[in-house]
C-alpha cells in the first residue's frame, strides 16, 4: 500500500491500491478504535476464503473490477458500485474470477483490536 493518506481530507480509495502476486493485498486507509477503512485488492484468480468476524460488522464496496461475494450456500456477482453488508458472525468472502484486477473498500466497525 502507498503512504496512507492525511485526514481529514478528500481522496480516491483506489489510489492507494497496491497488488500483491503472492496473495490478495491489503492496506489501511483509517483506523481507529471506532472503525477501520482499508482496501481488499486482488489480481485474477486471487480470494480471501470464507471467513466470519464475531463482533464486527462488514461492508464491501466494489471500486474496480469484477468477482464474485461469497456467501455461504451462495456465491454472488460483483461489479463496481456494488455493496455487500456483512453483520457480525456472518461467514463471507471474496473470489476475483475475472480478467481484471479487483479493488474492494473494506469498512469495519468498530475496528479490529490489535494484539
Known sequence: MKKRPEHPDVLRPEAFATFNPEKMGKGTLFESERILVGLNTFLP???HALHAHEGIDKVY???????RFLL???????QPGEMLIAPSGVPHGIV????????????????PKKG
Not at 72 to 78: H, Y
Open 45 to 47: 484468480g486471487q480470494s
Open 61 to 67: 464496496h466494489v471500486l474496480e473490477g469484477r468477482g
Open 72 to 78: 455461504v450456500g451462495r456465491e454472488l456477482p460483483m
Open 96 to 111: 476475483n474470477d475475472g480478467g481484471e484486477k479487483l479493488v474492494v473498500l473494506a469498512i469495519l466497525a468498530p475496528g
